[in-house]
């Protein structure tokens, strides 16, 4: 079973700061991994996508790699804003049984 | 495309009472999911289903929790009777066809009071 584990729960940080975010699964047969990100009383907004093929994927200021050997993805922050205070998720995707788990997310503050 | 949609946006019900919760996917996407997100548990699998199929619902817990996709169009998670331990937000998110290495869409949840 599928366990994705995203340690702390909670980070604040001033802004311009830049950061890593971690994210840990257990099963190494995962196909991909997905960054998602939830504002308060919101959806989920997909920030990136590490395909199976890949293993790291950029998007403006975002980088996010994933090591299946080691069980580990990073999402790393560029120059952080007050825009970015929001919680990220991390999602495995085990192709086996087409599940996608998620961690529980880590709660990000940026001060200004 | 207007992405997943789900209804109702909010739903306050009294213990008991039956709460329908409803879901269309993007239009072409042929996987669903329906998930629960709590404070203590976070996002957790309910069911899926692939061409309108139910493939894993090993996640509803309880026999009280029922999912229709009676189209590619649309799905359905029922709760009969409610008690106050379902309040929580649910999500429901679709993936292209053949979409094993593609983004999943997320709707912006059904946040369920039960009192």
């Known amino acids: 079973k599928q366990e994705v584990t995203q340690i702390p729960a909670a980070l604040s940080v001033p802004e311009g700061e830049n950061l890593v975010l971690n994210c840990s699964f257990t099963?190494?047969?995962?196909?991909?991994l997905q960054w998602f990100r939830q504002d308060p009383g919101k959806g989920l907004t997909s920030l990136l996508l590490?395909?199976?093929?890949?293993r790291e994927q950029t998007s403006g200021r975002l980088n996010a790699s994933l090591d299946k050997s080691s069980g580990r993805s990073t999402l790393y922050i560029a120059a952080s804003q007050p825009g970015d205070s929001a919680t990220y998720l991390c999602?495995?995707?085990?192709?086996?049984?087409?599940?996608?788990?998620f961690g529980k997310g880590i709660t990000l503050s940026v001060r200004p | 495309d207007a992405g997943v949609i789900q209804s109702p946006r909010h739903e306050v019900t009294e213990m008991g009472q039956e709460v329908t919760l409803r879901c269309k996917p993007i239009?072409?996407?042929?996987?669903l999911f329906w998930y629960r997100q709590t404070m203590m548990r976070g996002l957790e699998l309910l069911i899926y289903f692939n061409n309108n199929v139910p493939i894993d619902d090993s996640g509803m817990p309880e026999d009280r929790f029922s999912a229709k996709m009676p189209n590619a169009s649309f799905s359905t998670l029922k709760i009969q009777p409610s008690e106050p331990r379902d309040s929580a937000v649910y999500f429901c998110?679709?993936?292209?066809?053949?979409?094993?290495?593609?983004?999943?869409?997320f709707g912006q949840g059904t946040r369920l009071t039960v009192v």
């Open positions: 998110a679709s993936i292209p066809l053949g979409g094993r290495d593609t983004e999943a869409f």
């Open positions: 239009s072409g996407h042929n996987s």
């Open positions: 099963d190494s047969a995962i196909y991909n």
């Open positions: 999602a495995g995707f085990t192709g086996a049984n087409s599940k996608l788990t």
């Open positions: 590490i395909q199976s093929s890949q």
